[in-house]
Structure formats: structure tokens, C-alpha cells
Nanobody, 124 residues
Framework: QAHFVESGGGLVQAGGSLKLSCVVSGRTFSSYGMGWFRQAPGKEREFVSAISRGGVITYYADPVKGRFTISRDNAKNTVYLQMNSLKPEDTATYYC?????????????????WGQGTQVTVSS
């Protein structure tokens, strides 16, 4: 079982930046493929970004390409999501997730463990 501590969410104006962090404990962090998903009110949860166990391979959803950057520090058991040029449509609850099988996946069903979520609100 993995335990998550997410942080970094908040309220920001359009064009601003936020950096989300997710600290994971309970198993060797480097054995997890990690992902970020988001869910806006009234919408389904959607893929944002993922990163392989070693941090070499990254994946991004089209709406965030060029604006968001995923990274991980296996020594700190932490995955990050740097979000730049934020838009009101980025407003959502952001969740980090860990997969014991897949080293990076765009599908939410590939993930075994989920964080509690952190709210990101972008004002226009």
C-alpha cells in the first residue's frame, strides 16, 4: 500500500505558474510508474502527464504539451508537475497516481494507488 502527500495547489491568475509535488511512501518509489490526472467539476477524470520509473520517458496530454513538465526525484520519493502559462480551463483537482506494473501510462486503469488530490484554480 502506498501513502501519498500532495501539495502545491492553489489559486493563480491566468498566465501564472504552479508546481505540484507528490511524495509517495510504502514501497520503493523507483519501482512505480507515476502519473498525474485531473478532474474538473462535472467532468470525467482525464490524463495529464506520466513518467517512467527512471524518469527518462515522459508523456503529456495534448492540452498541456509545451506548458507542463513532469519530473521525479527517486531519492526524495517525489514526483513533480511544473505548470506554466496556466489557463482557466486547467482548473481542476489534480491527482498523482502510482502504477506497480506500467512504467508510464496514459490510462487511469493502469494505476493502482492514488493521492487525495490538490485543487488548482486559475482565474481569468
Amino acid at each position: 500500500q502506498a501513502h501519498f502527500v500532495e501539495s502545491g495547489g492553489g489559486l493563480v491568475q491566468a498566465g501564472g505558474s504552479l508546481k505540484l509535488s507528490c511524495v509517495v511512501s510504502g514501497r520503493t518509489f523507483s519501482s512505480y510508474g507515476m502519473g498525474w490526472f485531473r478532474q474538473a467539476p462535472g467532468k470525467e477524470r482525464e490524463f495529464v502527464s506520466a513518467i517512467s520509473r527512471g524518469g527518462v520517458i515522459t508523456y503529456y496530454a495534448d492540452p498541456v504539451k509545451g506548458r507542463f513538465t513532469i519530473s521525479r526525484d527517486n531519492a526524495k520519493n517525489t514526483v513533480y508537475l511544473q505548470m506554466n502559462s496556466l489557463k482557466p480551463e486547467d482548473t481542476a483537482t489534480y491527482y498523482c497516481a502510482a502504477s506497480t506494473i506500467y512504467s508510464g501510462s496514459v490510462s487511469s486503469t493502469s494505476y493502482d494507488y492514488w493521492g487525495q488530490g490538490t485543487q488548482v484554480t486559475v482565474s481569468s
